[in-house]
């Protein structure tokens, strides 16, 4: 059984400060990893994933992520958030040839003027 | 290009009374997927189905809870005698071929038992 564990529930950041946003996950296989963002009131939108090749994820919004497989993790980043990042983001995580998505309990992010 | 379409996006029903949520997959897709989100929780993921076809329902609550998805017209989940413990966002999912590489969210369902 596989498991996403987002350690933070909530992280405020000032506006254009970067920000990490932190997942780890466990599996006894290979997996694929992604972060979702869920604006208040609204469905899942796909910011980034890691399928293969390069650990270094560049995804929308300015937002990257590292996939680091001895330390099990795949956290989130940004150089420099807006007001407009506000929102809940989600990591997830499928194993190869799994259509599942198992997703961490979310980070709320609040970015302060 | 519609996105993945679910209807209602607010339902209220009352302790007892039936639900049926909706999802109409992109064009193209015949792969479907229903989550659901309770407050202050990730998705957990329900049911996974092909046209005609349940796939995988390892996620489904053994009891009232039920999905289809027709050769013709949108899957639906539906949940019979409601309790408030059913509340929650209901979201779906589609993807063209089954892999999660084309995964589309739609933008939920939230149901509200009274």
């Known amino acids: 059984a596989q498991s996403v564990t987002q350690l933070d529930s909530q992280v405020p950041v000032f506006e254009e400060a970067p920000v990490e946003l932190r997942c780890n996950y466990s599996?006894?296989?290979?997996?694929?990893l992604f972060w979702y963002v869920q604006y208040p009131n609204q469905g899942l939108q796909l910011l980034l994933k890691y399928l293969s090749g390069s650990t270094l994820v560049k995804g929308i919004n300015g937002f990257e992520a590292e996939f680091n497989k001895s330390q099990t993790s795949f956290h989130l980043r940004k150089p420099s958030v807006h007001i407009s990042d506000t929102a809940e983001y989600f990591c997830a995580v499928s194993n190869f040839g799994n259509e599942k998505l198992t997703f961490g309990t979310g980070t709320r992010l609040t970015i302060i003027p | 290009n519609a996105g993945v379409m679910q209807n209602p996006r607010h339902l209220v029903r009352r302790r007892g009374q039936e639900a049926r949520l909706r999802c109409s997959p992109m064009k193209g897709h015949s792969h479907v997927y229903w989550y659901r989100q309770l407050p202050e929780e990730g998705l957990k993921f329900m049911v996974y189905l092909q046209k005609e076809n349940i796939i995988d329902e390892s996620g489904m609550p053994k009891e009232r809870f039920s999905a289809e998805f027709p050769k013709e017209g949108p899957s639906i989940l539906r949940i019979q005698q409601v309790v408030r413990g059913d509340s929650a966002a209901y979201f779906c999912?589609?993807?063209?071929?089954?892999?999660?590489?084309?995964?589309?969210f739609g933008s939920g369902t939230r149901l509200t038992v009274v």
């Open positions: 599996s006894s296989v290979s997996v694929y």
């Open positions: 999912a589609s993807s063209p071929d089954g892999s999660i590489y084309g995964y589309t």
